[in-house]
């Protein structure tokens, strides 16, 4: 079994992108890793070249700023990344630049590709996902954040990046697909308060235009994180990789678990998933197979 790595990444230094920490974290089980680095004028080229794998392959790309709306830039790099991949590579195990896979999940991850590989009707891999906000001792408990996504994917060209790049698609249809108990940690949502507000006007113009920008993201120095509807205490570990990250963090983030700001009917939905596991009109963008 061949495994090929890939990623897409532009600004990483500016907007402070464990990216390195994403990579390394599936680099043991891969073969290769294809970098897909977009024209960036602060070092993120040298950042990726740092990490001094001989697995790794940087492909140099630039960024089409007039796919801006609805993020589909994004797909068009991961599609690049992608395309890039030896063609000898069984599944391709896709990583954005804010996530970080537990090495506890590494053998889960390369069993479930061993005992799918040569089964035709899996076309990609499940994974959960814990989302951490704030600071890293808090995860998004309520409906806003997803619960799982695609993330190993057959080495097959016409499977395509969807969107904005969250999922893939083959032929215009969601991927069938085997879950795997295995969950990667997305760090998006921690940073130091005045990257994640110089993050947040830059990415919502992925997907607005200039107009939307201007009237929906307030102008200020740092990022407000108190406006957040309900948390949780995280009270596992995190990835061995993250570690000189988390020892850097020089802010503070509080928040009271028990307040949930919620509408009624939020409350309510909350309410039935903590107790059945069911999430009523739960987005897909895949399909379980048996």
Known sequence: ???????????????????????????????????????????????????????????????????????????????KAFDALSSDSDWAFYIQGDEVLHEQYLEPVREAMLRWKDDSRVEGLLLN???????????????????????????????????????????????NVKPVEATMYHYGWVKPPELQQAKQ???????????????KIPKADSFDYSGIDSLALFKGTHPAVMQNRINRLNWQF???????????????????????GWRIGEYRNYRVID
């Not at 079994?1 to 680099?27: C, H, Q, W």
């Not at 016409?158 to 032929?171: P, W």
């Not at 006007?201 to 009237?215: A, I």
């Not at 009271?256 to 509408?263: E, G, H």
Request: contains cysteine; aromatic residues 12%; charged residues 30%.
């Open 1 to 79: 079994m061949k495994v090929s790595g890939l990623t897409f990444i532009r600004n990483a230094v500016k907007f402070d992108y464990p990216v390195v920490e994403a990579i390394t974290s599936i680099l043991p089980i891969c073969d290769e890793f294809v970098v897909a680095v977009g024209n960036s004028g602060d070092g993120t080229r040298d950042l990726i070249l740092g990490i001094g794998s001989p697995k790794i392959r940087i492909i140099d790309t630039v960024w089409d700023d007039s796919l801006r709306e609805g993020g589909h830039v994004l797909a068009v790099e991961t599609d």
């Open 129 to 175: 996902y814990t989302h951490f906000y704030g600071s890293y001792d808090y995860i998004g408990d309520s409906r806003r954040w997803y619960r799982r996504e695609v993330r190993v994917i057959r080495n097959d060209k016409s499977i395509r990046s969807y969107r904005d790049a969250q999922g893939f698609r083959k032929d215009g249809r969601p991927l």
């Open 201 to 215: 006007e830059y990415f919502h113009k992925l997907w607005h235009n200039d107009e939307w920008v201007e009237k």
């Open 254 to 276: 509080n928040f009271d678990p028990t307040q949930k700001r919620l509408p009624f009917k939020s409350r309510l939905l909350h309410s039935i998933e903590s107790l059945t």
